[in-house]
C-alpha cells in the first residue's frame, strides 16, 4: 500500500486539497500500476509560523 505525504503550508482550499489529492493518486496508480483504492494521501497543511525558508518563517517573509 503506497502512502504520500505531502507538506504544505496553509492556506489552500479544500477544493485545492481535495485536487491534490486525485492528482497524486492519479499518479501514484501510473507508475507503480497500482490500484487506486490501494494509495494513501496523507496532507500536513502547516501554519506559516512553522515553516522557514533562510532563517525567517514564511510569515517573517510576508508569504
Known sequence: MP????????G??????HALIHEITEAIVRAI????E???VII????KDNFGIGGLS???LGR
Open 3 to 10: 502512502i504520500a505525504v505531502i507538506n504544505i503550508i496553509e
Open 12 to 17: 489552500r482550499t479544500q477544493q485545492q486539497k
Open 33 to 36: 500500476d497500482t490500484p487506486p
Open 38 to 40: 490501494n494509495v494513501r
Open 44 to 47: 500536513n497543511d502547516m501554519p
Open 58 to 60: 514564511v510569515t517573517q
